[in-house]
Every structure is written in C-alpha cells, then in structure tokens.
C-alpha cells in the first residue's frame, strides 16, 4: 500500500477503464518500497454491498455503493455513508439553502424518488457503476447549494482540479487564511476547473469522489470554518439556460490524493467520452511527432528555414513549433524545413473575437464583410459581449454554424493559415469553457449549445472535413481545455497550470489601478520588441515587482507552483488522450525562480515544457541550450508513455517533498525530489526516471538551467 507519511494514510489507486471496448478495472497499490500489486478485479465485483440496490429505512433512503452504503436524508439532503469496515463518513451536510419539506418518498425498482414541491424540485437517487447518484430537477428558475463538503471531521485534505490539480490540507494556515485567496472564493465548474470533480481524503485509506456531470451553471465556493476548508457546490436551475437538472455522483474513494480523478476517468471511459491518443495518431500518423515533443512558439528569424535548421542543429529531435498568424508567418519553405526535421508546425488562431479593422486590431480578430458585428454575442439587456481586452465583441458559435455551410467562414480562415502546409493548429479559446448564452434572435443558444457548437467544429479541424474539397486533417490544440474536449483535441495549452488570480495583475501590471488607466507595476513587460516581445521573452522574478506587490507575487506563484500542494489530478484522468502544456505566455524561461521545480513536475507527470523562441532574444543560446538538454531527457520517456495513462501517484516522505509517479502500470516509473536532502541515493532538485526493463536515467535541472 501507498503510504501518506504526511497524514498516516495508505493510498491504492483503481487503473481506469481503457477506452476501448474491452474494458478492465483493476486495482493498483504502490508500495513505498515502489513495488507494484495488481489485482484485476472491479471495485464493485469486489465490495458484494455495492449490488444490494435502494431501500428506505427510517425515512432515509439507502443505497448500496462500492465500498459500503450511502444514507440520504430527504428531508435536508444530508448524506452519510456507512462503509464495509462499519466507519461512518459525512458526504454532505445538510443543503446550505433548505429545500423544504419533501413529498411523498417512492421506491421503484432501484431508484427512489421525492420531490420538493414549495421549491419546485423533484429528487431521485440510484446506484450506477458502484456510486451514489443524486438528480434533482426543477420547474421553475431557482438555486441550490448542495452537496456541502469537507465537514467529516476525518477529513485530512480538499482535492481540487485547478489546472493540473491541487491536493491542500484542509487545516493549511496558507489556503485557510488571506495569502491563498481561496477561503472565500468561489470557482465556476465549467470554465475555471478542468475538471468537474473534487475530493477529500477522510482519513486512512478512505476518502470521496465528487463528480457534477452537469457542470454548466454550477460553481464551487470555498469557506474556512474553524481553521479547515470547507467546499460547496451552488447550481442555478436556469431554464433559458436549459440547466434545470442538476446531478451529483458520490464515489467512496481509498482516500489517495489522486482519487477523485480516477473515479472521473472510469466515469468517461463508461460514457464512452474518454478519447484514445494512440487512436488519434492512427486516424493522423503525424499526431505522433507529438511524442516526445517539447512546445515552442517562434519569433523573427526562427520563423525560418534557416531557424528551424538551428534548433536540428542543437539536438532537439521533436517539437512542436507554433507562430502568431500575423502578416509574417511561416513561410512554404520553412514549414517544409521543419516537415523535414520531423517537427509539427501550426498557426495560432481564434474564432472568438471580432473588431473593426484597425492599426492595432488583431488579425485573426478581423472577419469578412457580414461577420462583425452581425455575429456579436448579445447579452440580456441586448447589447454586445465584450470581447478580449473589453474590444470588439464575442461572436457567436450558433452564428457561425448556421452559416458554415453556405459561407464557409471558418473554413476559408483555416484553408488561408494552413495553405503554407502546416499540419497543426492551434485555436484559442474553443476548449477553454468560457461559454455563452446568446440571446440574439438570430442566433439564439444556451451555453450547453456554445460547447457542442465548439466540439462540432473542432472536430472538423481534427478529422480534417472543414475543407470538403480536399480533407485534411490536422494535429489540433487549443487553451486550457476543459475535459469535455478530450475527444477532438491532440494537446492543450493551459491546463497544466494551477492559474492563481493573482497572475492577470502580474501580466497586464493593474494591480491597483484600473485596466483604462496607467500600469502601476510594468516589471512583466509588454509586447515590444516585435521579434522578441517583453511580456513573453523577459524574465521575471519576485524582486522585479514593486515592493508594494511582491507579497501578491510570492503568494499567486507558491499557489501555482509548490510541489507540496501540486498533485497530477488532470494527467490521472486523461494522460494518454491528449498531451497537457502550461500556458503559453508563461514560457519557461519567464519565471526563473520557478524554472527547478517546473522541470521536474514536467518530467513527473510526463509532460512537455513551452518555450519562446527568437534569433533576436539576447538570452536565446541559452534559452536553446536548456530547451535542448532537457527535450533529449524526456523525449524517451514521452515516447514510451505519452499513449499510457498514469496509473499511480504517491508522496513518498512526510514533507511530499518526493514523489513518484506510474504509467502505464509500469511502463514508465519516475521519481522527483524537490527537496534538498537526498532520498535513497537521489539527490535533492532531481529526478529518476526508469522506463520498464532499463536503468534509471537521472536528471538534475540546476545542471542545465541558468
């Protein structure tokens, strides 16, 4: 068993189904002394309580799950559960906003249903694939909030999928007090989560899965009560929205930091939603440059055939070379250069925004006659949704969709950045969750239809039909994609950073002053020069902020970046259905104080780092020399288990300053100390990384980076 040395607690962790046909659940546990158990046999199959099925008893409602019974209370939504081992856990308080006496309590094969009729809410509850299931529906606009976790007194630490993912203490002075930020706040499922889960460890070796398949309209508010965190979750039934149900599945978990990711890969996989890279790669034999393949976006004279001949020339085998669709993009010549290199090169682009053309407007920002302002994104009251920067307007996906086919706007846009032969794409936005509803009357949509619209046509970029007269199909990212857009995407830009709020002050230099007034900190820099932009090439660290805001810095980056909280939530449930990047304006050398532990959490979760690149970078031989040291570490390692899924996560000493990972049930096994003291022969500020059958192959990041 997998030991917490922080709390006492064993963790094992459930290998999730694969996305094919044939699907297993085994059980994997991870011994500290690294040796791996698999048992193959399904959670459910294994617990005999979780195939009882529903019962009423003393006006509560019981339903048989894995690894016990949940207890639901119909008068207040209270649920506990009563676990093989007779331990008793609290899965929810009582509903924060009452939902009034229920009506009569009916039992009918293995669902039971109640309703709430002062509210306008009907409930049921049911057992599907060995969880606990509540749906509650309502008739009329209204709210609920509900489940309210994190009351177990057991309780040990709050799992949450923010980027990559966090796993905080629930007692931690940082996250409970004013320097996290957290306590207080309150996140949006759909767009500022990745996924749509969370977690608490509730002592040794047990735990809870939170999963809200119904994400859209649904939030997650975070509150301290007695020095602990607290979670709750807040749906508005909407029926404009077309969000008037709401449903809540309860997994009982090993407690593993890991676990509430897993749950929510087993639950993709039994939807069918769980996409395959290694599928994706048959279906795009290019999609598999992507192995082994650090990120890059390029600038100047690397835009070249001349640049792409240097960074061969340097060692790096694989990469995936992105570039601005501006007024100077990659030429025929040097796209074909980097073809040759074995490179994936594509534009940035966006189908999100339209403006007026103008001196500063954005390319990509700019449409056809007939497009802007017809397409805006209408809000209630009429007018138009602001777009990025509060410039022009959001356009509408349905706007688009009813035109596609006679006007073919996003398909003459890709045919135009791609008729170079670039082979990717990168299309900001689509994946990120920020949805609309649209309240045009001529192209009305709910937000539900927003993301399917955005699924719709990110397809067509991945299977190639955008260009019905000639099929080609490229190798897609987009930003910081939520796990909705596993499917249609091959990589990410974004969501494997854990995104303090703190970072937009950072970047645009408003800490204090308002986004139409002077900067009051300009220490990130901005978009000159052209070839080598500040806001992207310059180096920032904590001492280069005003003293005034240093605090804020140091507390949004030990947030984002601290190992001890960092856990692989996204990589557990999808590593090995696309490839997960961090953002792109936070390229590796932007944060030099960060550069040791961002190296190692790359190589520990199996995951490329971003670099910029440009010939006019004064910094840029050295920013090549790492780009390439470090790519020749990882790239046999991707290529081995970029397809694999991460099958265990483990801290291995008390402070979680080691930790170790496991792909592909032994395919890859790496081992990073952040710390400084040596752990079994290997030293702090470096990683073990043994692919199966061979020696560990070590690296030490201060060895290469300056």
């Known amino acids: 068993?997998?030991?917490?040395?922080?709390?006492?607690?064993?963790?094992?962790?459930?290998?999730?189904?694969?996305?094919?046909?044939?699907?297993?659940?085994?059980?994997?546990?991870?011994?500290?002394?690294?040796?791996?158990?698999?048992?193959?046999?399904?959670?459910?199959?294994?617990?005999?309580?979780?195939?009882?099925?529903?019962?009423?008893?003393?006006?509560?409602?019981?339903?048989?799950?894995?690894?016990?019974?949940?207890?639901?209370?119909?008068?207040?939504?209270?649920?506990?559960?009563?676990?093989?081992?007779?331990?008793?856990?609290?899965?929810?308080?009582?509903?924060?906003?009452?939902?009034?006496?229920?009506?009569?309590?009916?039992?009918?094969?293995?669902?039971v249903r109640w309703s709430y009729p002062g509210r306008g809410l009907r409930a049921e509850a049911r057992a599907e694939h060995g969880r606990l299931l509540v749906s509650l529906t309502a008739d009329r606009d209204t709210t609920i909030a509900w489940p309210v976790t994190g009351a177990d007194p057991a309780s040990t630490a709050l799992q949450l999928p923010r980027g990559e993912g966090l796993s905080l203490p629930v007692a931690d002075p940082f996250w409970n007090g004013p320097h996290g930020q957290l306590a207080g706040s309150d996140e949006d499922m759909a767009s500022q989560l990745t996924l749509p889960v969370w977690g608490y460890t509730l002592g040794t070796g047990r735990g809870v899965s939170y999963l809200t398949p119904t994400d859209i309209d649904t939030s997650l508010a975070y509150a301290s009560h007695g020095g602990r965190l607290h979670a709750t979750a807040r749906h508005s039934f909407s029926g404009g929205n077309a969000t008037r149900a709401y449903t809540v599945a309860f997994a009982l978990t090993d407690g593993s930091p890991v676990a509430p990711a897993i749950d929510y890969r087993h639950w993709l996989a039994e939807h069918g939603q769980l996409g395959s890279l290694r599928d994706k790669i048959r279906k795009n034999p290019r999609t598999g440059r992507l192995l082994g393949a650090f990120h890059a976006y390029a600038w100047g004279g690397d835009r070249t055939a001349a640049g792409v001949e240097r960074l061969k020339s340097a060692g790096i085998s694989r990469l995936w070379l992105g570039y601005d669709a501006d007024d100077d993009p990659m030429s025929p010549a040097s796209v074909a250069a980097a073809a040759r290199a074995g490179y994936l090169v594509g534009p940035y682009d966006s189908f999100a925004n339209g403006r007026d053309k103008g001196p500063d407007t954005p390319p990509n920002a700019v449409w056809p006659d007939g497009v802007h302002p017809a397409f805006c994104v209408r809000r209630a009251d009429g007018t138009p949704q602001p777009g990025f920067h509060q410039q022009g307007c959001y356009l509408s996906s349905a706007a688009f969709e009813q035109a596609e086919p006679q006007r073919h706007y996003l398909a003459d846009r890709t045919r135009s950045l791609v008729a170079n032969g670039a082979d990717s794409y990168f299309l900001d936005v689509d994946a990120a969750g920020e949805l609309f509803r649209d309240h045009d009357a001529g192209h009305p949509m709910t937000m539900a239809q927003d993301r399917a619209n955005r699924l719709a046509r990110m397809g067509r970029l991945s299977d190639g039909t955008f260009d019905g007269a000639r099929p080609t199909p490229l190798v897609l990212g987009s930003e910081s994609a939520g796990s909705w857009a596993n499917r249609v995407l091959a990589f990410d830009h974004g969501s494997g950073t854990p995104v303090d709020g703190r970072l937009w002050p950072m970047e645009t230099g408003h800490f204090d002053s308002a986004p139409d007034q002077p900067k009051d900190d300009t220490a990130w820099g901005g978009y000159l020069p052209a070839a080598a932009p500040d806001t992207f090439f310059k180096p920032v660290r904590v001492s280069d902020f005003q003293p005034a805001h240093r605090r804020a810095v140091a507390d949004a980056l030990k947030a984002m970046y601290d190992p001890a909280y960092r856990v692989p939530l996204y990589e557990t449930a999808l590593h090995g259905s696309l490839i997960n990047v961090e953002r792109w304006e936070l390229p590796f050398g932007k944060l030099p104080e960060q550069k040791p532990t961002r190296a190692l959490l790359a190589m520990l979760y199996n995951t490329p780092l971003n670099f910029v690149l440009s010939d006019t970078d004064r910094r840029g031989e050295q920013n090549l020399r790492e780009l390439a040291a470090l790519q020749t570490y990882f790239a046999p390692l991707h290529e081995a288990a970029g397809t694999e899924e991460l099958t265990s996560f483990a801290w291995l000493t008390a402070d979680r300053a080691v930790q170790r990972t496991v792909f592909g049930g032994g395919t890859l096994t790496v081992t990073a100390n952040f710390g400084t003291a040596a752990h079994q022969g290997l030293p702090g500020g470096c990683v073990d990384a043994v692919l199966k059958g061979g020696a560990p192959r070590r690296l030490c990041p201060a060895d290469v980076i300056a």
């Open 1 to 111: 068993m997998d030991m917490d040395t922080n709390t006492g607690l064993q963790l094992s962790t459930r290998q999730a189904p694969s996305p094919t046909p044939r699907i297993h659940r085994t059980l994997l546990t991870l011994a500290l002394t690294t040796a791996l158990v698999t048992a193959l046999a399904p959670a459910a199959a294994a617990n005999p309580a979780g195939t009882a099925g529903v019962r009423l008893r003393d006006g509560r409602v019981e339903v048989a799950v894995a690894g016990g019974t949940a207890i639901v209370d119909p008068t207040t939504l209270r649920i506990d559960a009563r676990t093989g081992d007779g331990h008793t856990l609290r899965l929810s308080d009582p509903a924060a906003n009452a939902p009034g006496r229920p009506g009569h309590v009916t039992v009918s094969g293995q669902t």
